[in-house]
Structures are given as structure tokens and as C-alpha cells.
Nanobody, 115 residues
Framework: QVHLVERGGGLVQPGGSLRLSCTASGINFRLHAMAWYRQAPGKQRELVADISSSHDRNYADFVRGRFTISRDNVRNTVFLEMNSLTPEDTAMYYC?????????WGRGTRVTVSS
């Protein structure tokens, strides 16, 4: 059973930073691409960033230069370092991976950017 657990969300002021983590179990982590998505209230879920098994990274235009995705294959964990946060970054952030054509999601961690 694939299990993804996100941590690190919270309330932060505009311009601040947060570091999200997602720990995976039930997969051979080092062989799988991992992704971060987010969903703001009333909006569709959107891709934030992903990282391949070979550490190739891809970012949505709205976070490029501000967010960094990374992975630790020893700890089975993917990270999302978020800097220069704005209120528009307020959302639930979800970790995701795909195994045998099935996509798995964590329960999410809430990020609120507000003064």
C-alpha cells in the first residue's frame, strides 16, 4: 500500500518561507518521480513542481525562481522549499506519485500566507 504523508504547512507572512516534506512508503522510492500539487479554495488542483528519479526538475511558471523541489532517497522524502511567498500561494499542498499506472496522493498540508 502506497502511503504519502505531507508535513510542514502553516501560517506565514507575505515574503516568508516554508519547507514542506512528504515521506513515502510502499514504493521503491528512488525509482519513482514525485510531484507537488496545490489546490486553492474554489480552484482546480494544479502542478507546482515535480522531480524525476534522476533528479530532473520541472516547475510551474508561477513558482519558478521561488520554489525548489528536492528529494532524499535515503529518507524516502521529497521536499518543497518555498520562498518569497505571497497570498496567492495560499492552498492545500499535496504530494503525489504514480505506481503501476495508479496515482497516489497524500492528505495534504495547508499553507496560508497572510499578514
Amino acid at each position: 500500500q502506497v502511503h504519502l504523508v505531507e508535513r510542514g504547512g502553516g501560517l506565514v507572512q507575505p515574503g516568508g518561507s516554508l519547507r514542506l516534506s512528504c515521506t513515502a512508503s510502499g514504493i521503491n522510492f528512488r525509482l519513482h518521480a514525485m510531484a507537488w500539487y496545490r489546490q486553492a479554495p474554489g480552484k482546480q488542483r494544479e502542478l507546482v513542481a515535480d522531480i524525476s528519479s534522476s533528479h530532473d526538475r520541472n516547475y510551474a511558471d508561477f513558482v519558478r525562481g521561488r520554489f525548489t523541489i528536492s528529494r532524499d532517497n535515503v529518507r524516502n522524502t521529497v521536499f518543497l522549499e518555498m520562498n518569497s511567498l505571497t497570498p496567492e500561494d495560499t492552498a492545500m499542498y499535496y504530494c503525489s506519485t504514480t505506481r503501476q499506472s495508479l496515482t497516489y496522493w497524500g492528505r495534504g498540508t495547508r499553507v496560508t500566507v497572510s499578514s
